[in-house]
């Protein structure tokens, strides 16, 4: 139950993350066609695919035609340990900045900490923004 409150506060946060950003910078937040579209089906993160979410999938074109794309993930084959962190994905066409630290073009898995803190990761798992870094 707490694992389940934590990806929905985390899901709650993305969409208003994108939500904002889309208000601030973009030309439009992606319909529900364009999203189903953009987002995988599957997403590769540490050795294996994870069946993505797409009813809790959002994205945003920014001004320049570039997307941002964020999806909540079936994490229930991996690690507990990887489980613990990685709830969702992360796809960037251009650099964003989350809580003051830069992310760069690319997919990242990301997720919450036990503790409520924000972590994106790269596809081997390793902390690239968050409470790490």
């Not at 953009?38 to 797409?54: D, L």
Request: glycine share 10%; aromatic share 8%; proline share 2%.
């Amino acid at each position: 139950m707490k694992h389940t409150k934590r990806v929905l506060f985390g899901a709650l946060i993305l969409i208003t993350a994108v939500a904002a950003l889309a208000q601030q910078a973009s030309k439009h937040v992606l319909s529900s066609d364009e999203v189903k579209k953009a987002v995988p089906s599957e997403f590769f993160f540490r050795g294996q695919k994870a069946p993505v979410q797409m009813r809790n999938a959002v994205g945003a074109q920014e001004a320049d035609g570039k997307i941002l794309l964020a999806a909540l993930v079936d994490a229930s084959g991996y690690s507990t340990a990887i489980q613990q962190k990685y709830q969702g994905l992360l796809i960037t066409e251009k650099k964003i900045t989350i809580g003051g630290s830069t992310l760069t073009p690319g997919q990242y898995g990301f997720g919450f900490t036990s503790d409520g803190k924000f972590v994106a990761m790269d596809v081997a798992n390793n902390d690239v923004l968050g409470e790490t870094s």
